[in-house]
């Protein structure tokens, strides 16, 4: 027999609710004279359903019951049987409840312990979630710092790149003005060479007007010293002339006197 299958083959069974599946489940199970089992066993044959809703069908199937069972006592059954099925049905029914009142037990120590556990679990969601946001503000630091960082390193690329473009600017530069100075260099040295060269031309030139002019000057100097001295040789002629001339007037008879004077000046 299997009761999964047979109930599967019900009208709109997969329409039904869990406690419509509960009760079809416990009817079925009456017709073949099963006991009704414990919720977990129905609930695995009909599929779903929470443990209230399938006791709740349970009940409502064994109190629907007991109608039929006080009318079929009181009409066709014998006396004895009818206390025998009297009790019977008292030791399902006490059996039902107090199965029923166990698994409330269960039930509310298990909501106890679920309420703790939901307890023990809000407060680790709580210190997760407050590692979370401890973990995602330092993941936000650490992106911040990683974007600094990056911004950083761009500037300084950007910086060097920026220094090695202006040193090659600058070594172009003073490449260029080394080139000049030197050519500039070379002009001046031959400047001053074909300077230096004039100024040896031009003071070769004036040294030799100089001793021209000097060698000229000497010679005039000396032509007219020879003519100054001629004249002073005329002029001392005349003057000796004069003298003689003047003494032999003044004494007529001393004539060697005379010629010692003309020597004596002479001399």
């Not at 443990?51 to 059954?77: M, V, W, Y």
């Not at 166990?102 to 997760?128: G, M, S």
């Not at 001046?188 to 300077?195: G, H, V």
């Not at 003047?246 to 001393?254: C, K």
Request: some cysteine; glycine content about 4%.
């Amino acid at each position: 027999m299997n009761i999964s299958a047979e109930l599967q083959q019900l009208p709109h069974w997969d329409g039904m609710s869990a406690y419509d599946r509960a009760l079809a489940c416990c009817r079925l199970l009456s017709q073949y004279g099963q006991p009704i089992p414990g919720w977990m066993q129905l609930r695995q044959w009909i599929g779903k359903g929470s443990a209230n809703d399938i006791h709740r069908a349970k009940q409502d199937f064994l109190q629907g019951q007991q109608p039929n069972l006080e009318a079929a006592k009181t009409e066709s059954l014998p006396p004895a049987l009818t206390g025998t099925l009297d009790a019977w049905w008292q030791q399902v029914r006490q059996a039902a409840a107090d199965e029923f009142a166990a698994q409330t037990a269960d039930w509310q120590q298990q909501l106890v312990e679920a309420d703790a556990r939901c307890a023990e679990y809000a407060q680790q969601l709580q210190d997760a979630q407050d590692v979370i946001e401890q973990q995602t503000q330092q993941i936000e630091d650490l992106r911040q710092e990683r974007d600094q960082s990056i911004v950083a390193t761009r500037r300084a690329e950007d910086a060097n790149l920026e220094a090695q473009t202006r040193l090659q600017a600058t070594m172009q530069t003073l490449a260029t003005w080394q080139t000049e100075l030197e050519q500039q260099q070379r002009e001046l040295w031959q400047q001053a060479i074909e300077q230096l060269s004039g100024l040896q031309d031009f003071a070769t030139t004036q040294i030799e007007q100089a001793r021209q002019h000097a060698h000229g000057l000497l010679i005039g100097q000396q032509q007219q010293a020879a003519q100054q001295l001629t004249q002073i040789q005329q002029h001392y002629s005349q003057s000796l002339t004069w003298l003689e001339q003047h003494y032999r007037q003044s004494h007529p008879m001393e004539t060697p006197t005379h010629r010692l004077i003309r020597r004596g000046m002479q001399r």
